[in-house]
Nanobody
Framework: QVQLVESGGGLVQAGGSLRLSCTASGTIFSRGDWYRQAPGRQRELVASITPDPPYYVDGVKGRFTISRDDAMNTLYLQMINLKPEDTAAYYC?????????WGQGTQVTVSS
């Protein structure tokens, strides 16, 4: 059974940094994505580790970095120079045998 557990969210001032983690059990991160969903908005893909180079949505390029530690089976999202518009619930996602799996989400709140 695949499970994804996220951590690392919190409240930070604009310009601050956070690192989100997503640890998987029952699978490996051959595919790993970070999504976010702000109140009243659709969930959007923020970054994906699968393409080379990784994919980033416009607006986070140069500020967010997706990476993974295969030994720890963990996917990361390093976020620097955070902005109030980055405020959202962040979710990690992966696929295994054409099934998709999501973490429970971690809240990131950036104050101005």
């Amino acid at each position: 059974q695949v499970q994804l557990v996220e951590s690392g969210g919190g409240l930070v001032q604009a310009g601050g940094s956070l690192r989100l983690s997503c640890t998987a059990s029952g699978t490996i991160f051959s595919r790993g994505d970070w999504y976010r969903q702000a109140p009243g908005r659709q969930r959007e893909l923020v970054a994906s580790i699968t393409p080379d180079p990784p994919y980033y949505v416009d607006g986070v390029k140069g500020r967010f970095t997706i990476s993974r530690d295969d030994a720890m089976n963990t996917l990361y999202l390093q976020m620097i120079n955070l902005k109030p518009e980055d405020t959202a619930a962040y979710y990690c996602r992966t696929e295994k045998y054409n099934e998709e799996y999501w973490g429970q989400g971690t809240q990131v709140t950036v104050s101005s």
